[in-house]
């Protein structure tokens, strides 16, 4: 533990230099593909910083900070794009737009007031607690995991994925938000309450890698697509191109937890996840089909990707043990921050 502390701290800085060079080299390079190849040495170092953690969070959560997300917003940035562009206030600023997935929550104008409202709401706290409360009880059911049912013991997996990511996010996201003075965007939008495939995962999951992926994979995509096969299609050929880039980096950061080649199970599942939406979305274009209540199509919704994240998300993890390796880490957490609390409180 104790070394895999010092990694992390060795890592943090050099993040921290790295990104503090690019801040400083976009004063000087103006944008375009100089800039890009100037940021490409920081860009290596993001694919390595991984590797130096044996700790599946420090590794996961590493790679989804930097190999991902910090990657992308700095090809973004070297062009003048992205959510680097324009050029935060301070260096400070910078870096925590850079090394977090945040989004600062801007004022809405009076006409869009409504829309804000609706969507993309805070978590009300006792939700936030309740789901702590949900967590914290399913670490405990693991120890009776060899008296359930295999779908029971597959069911806990994908809630656990899908909390302890909103959890650490959020938290994340606390801490920024506290440090910067300002409020941001919420990182999931309850994706249990989806009502479609389009609304699971442009609206409501994981929203910050969504962003990321509209404006690096989508919009290119579809702007280069528009001129050969028209704007409808164009925009069918984007959502693919988005899921297919998300089950590579996906494949990247499992090899980061495994380390071992691929079995591009994870790239299927997106894929599939990736045609599925597209003929939803073909479908509500071209047939102006009338969704069923949102009961039934939420169900449906929650169905499908809780199969098909059993069929072809969980295996590589099951079968390497990494979701062991997880919950003795959350366990650990856990038993730290009791005894430091019974110490203190004694």
């Not at 100037?38 to 170092?45: D, G, M």
């Amino acid at each position: 533990m104790e070394q895999e502390l010092r990694n992390l701290s060795k890592a943090w800085i050099s993040a921290l230099v790295s990104i503090c060079y690019c801040y400083f080299i976009s004063f000087r390079i103006s944008k375009g593909v100089l800039r890009l190849i100037t940021i490409l040495p920081v860009s290596i170092l993001f694919l390595v910083l991984p590797l130096s953690f044996s700790s599946v969070h420090f590794c996961v959560i590493s790679a989804l900070f930097f190999s991902w997300l910090a990657n992308f917003k700095l090809m973004l940035f070297a062009f003048d794009q992205g959510p680097l562009y324009p050029l935060p206030a301070n260096l400070y600023r910078f870096i925590c737009y850079a090394c977090f997935p945040i989004k600062i929550r801007q004022n809405p104008s009076p006409s869009g007031i409504a829309n804000r409202l609706r969507k993309n709401k805070p978590i009300p706290k006792f939700v936030f607690a309740v789901k702590i409360l949900i967590f914290g009880v399913l670490l405990h059911i693991y120890e009776y995991s060899d008296s359930l049912p295999r779908f029971a013991v597959l069911s806990i997996y994908c809630l656990h994925i899908y909390l302890e990511l909103e959890l650490v996010l959020v938290f994340v996201g606390a801490v920024v938000s506290t440090l910067l003075g300002c409020d941001i965007e919420p990182v999931f939008n309850e994706p249990y309450l989806a009502t479609s495939l389009q609304d699971f995962w442009s609206r409501r999951w994981n929203l910050m890698v969504s962003a990321v992926l509209r404006s690096t994979v989508h919009i290119p995509v579809q702007r280069f697509c528009t001129r050969f096969l028209g704007p409808d299609a164009a925009v069918l050929v984007g959502v693919m191109a988005s899921f297919l880039v998300s089950g590579l980096m996906h494949e990247l950061i499992y090899f980061y937890a495994i380390r071992l080649p691929p079995t591009w199970e994870v790239t299927c599942f997106f894929l599939l996840h990736g045609v599925a939406t597209t003929t939803e979305i073909a479908v509500k274009r071209t047939l102006r089909w009338r969704p069923p209540h949102r009961a039934v199509s939420g169900l449906g919704v929650l169905t499908l990707v809780s199969v098909t994240g059993v069929w072809f998300f969980l295996p590589q993890l099951l079968r390497n043990n990494v979701h062991e390796r997880a919950i003795s880490e959350c366990l650990l957490v856990i038993d730290i921050a009791k005894r430091t609390l019974f110490i203190s409180s004694s």
